[in-house]
């Protein structure tokens, strides 16, 4: 089955405590991208990558951290969580960003 | 950037009545524009797209128009049904011109639809 698989679903950490949230599509997808999901805002792009090794930013990448080493991976690594990190974040995969993305069921972090 | 606008935030229609969702785009240079739909407890999902070549796309009960000289877009549903309840997103996207491009998301429209 084709999806895009995240963990963990739910996370409530403490401020400064690194934490990874894994990524996984089963698609051989080359473009993934990472959202967050706030009340009002919609979803806002952190950070993006096209393919193995190239990652860009989005639009609210500060504190925010991601690699693609591999091209089914693309973690999403905070290094020092704060509060105003607390948020609903979903990955998303697609064959490039103009076809349709492939979301994961979203993480819901709490960094109190 | 690319700033997509969205309205409304919220939107109640009787069941069999038809819901309209608008949007609006900043940069000229976006061809690409998708609308995803979200369930409770789900990630999006797409439910149609348009690129700037066409006009208007339907699939059954769901069409989007674009005008691209207003820069905006519509998703209209018609006979609406319970199971279309939920948040709708539209999106915009330089696409091919850009091979750094972003997908920009507005803001999302919670559409209810009483029985």
């Known amino acids: 089955e084709a999806q895009v698989t995240q963990n963990p679903r739910y996370l409530i950490t403490v401020t400064g405590k690194k934490l990874t949230v894994t990524c996984s599509q089963n698609m051989n997808h080359e473009y993934m991208s990472w959202y967050r999901q706030d009340p009002g805002l919609g979803l806002r792009q952190i950070y993006y990558?096209?393919?193995?090794?190239?990652?860009d930013k989005g639009d609210v990448p500060e504190g925010y951290k991601v690699s693609r080493k591999e091209k089914r991976n693309f973690p999403l690594i905070l290094e020092s969580p704060s509060p105003n990190q607390t948020s609903l974040y979903f990955c998303?995969?697609?064959?490039?960003?103009?076809?349709?993305?492939?979301f994961g069921q979203g993480t819901r972090l709490t960094v109190v | 950037g690319e700033n997509v606008e969205q309205h409304p935030s919220t939107l109640s229609v009787q069941e069999g009545d038809s819901a309209v969702i608008k949007c609006t785009y900043s940069d000229s240079a976006s061809n690409y524009f998708p609308w995803y739909k979200q369930e409770l407890g789900k990630g999006p999902q797409l439910i149609i797209d348009?690129?700037?070549?066409?006009g208007e796309k339907k699939d059954q009960r769901i069409a989007v128009t674009l005008n691209k000289t207003a820069k905006h877009f519509s998703l209209h549903i018609t006979e609406t049904q319970p199971e279309d309840s939920a948040v709708y997103f539209c999106a915009a996207s330089r696409g091919a011109t850009d091979s750094w491009g972003k997908l920009q998301f507005g803001a999302g429209t919670q559409v209810v639809v009483t029985p």
């Open positions: 990558s096209m393919n193995v090794e190239v990652t």
């Open positions: 348009i690129r700037s070549n066409v």
């Open positions: 998303a995969s697609s064959p490039t960003h103009v076809n349709e993305a492939f």
